[in-house]
């Protein structure tokens, strides 16, 4: 259990997210980020004593954000429904750097990508491994969200971060 930590937690609103700041926030100073384009959401995450801002990473706009962070655990995403291929990869893979250049003093970070990167298997019950081929995972309700979630681990910002920090399928 982490105790005494200053975390910055991305999508603390979320299925994933919401549980973690719960727990982590008991015992840490949690801060919060998200679009949070549902103010209940953020209302929700603010109960459980979370420090919540607004923001859009894929801006790399984090002025309202302090730089002291002792772990990033960046589990937000964008899904969108449309085919803007280009804002997908800005939020999801730029964004994720644009963070974690921020977050650069932290002890560690967490990237969480998704397990819609790999290739489809015609066995619903595959369990796919690290390593897995990826391509070809895409969703009609969000077409754009594989793509730019395989773009997240490979661009001109994995160079730079430390090798203490990973970024998980």
């Not at 459980?48 to 655990?73: A, E, H, K, N």
Request: aromatic share 10%.
């Amino acid at each position: 259990m982490l105790r005494d930590e200053k975390i910055l937690l991305t999508g603390p609103a979320g299925q994933i997210g919401y549980p973690i700041a719960e727990y982590l926030s008991k015992e840490n100073d949690v801060w919060g980020i998200a679009r949070f384009d549902d103010p209940e959401s953020r209302e929700r995450v603010d109960a459980l004593g979370v420090t919540t801002r607004s923001c859009d990473i894929g801006t790399g706009d984090f002025d309202q954000l302090p730089t002291d962070f002792t772990y990033l655990l960046h589990l937000a995403a964008y899904q969108g429904s449309g085919s803007d291929y280009d804002y997908a990869i800005t939020v999801n893979a730029e964004g994720a750097g644009f963070l974690m250049q921020h977050c650069r003093k932290a002890k560690t970070a967490l990237v969480m990508s998704t397990s819609s990167v790999y290739r489809p298997h015609e066995d619903p019950m595959h369990a796919f491994v690290e390593g897995g081929p990826v391509d070809g995972g895409t969703s009609p309700w969000a077409p754009t969200y594989a793509v730019s979630k395989i773009a997240q681990p490979r661009r001109p910002w994995s160079a730079r971060t430390p090798d203490r920090w990973t970024c998980p399928r």
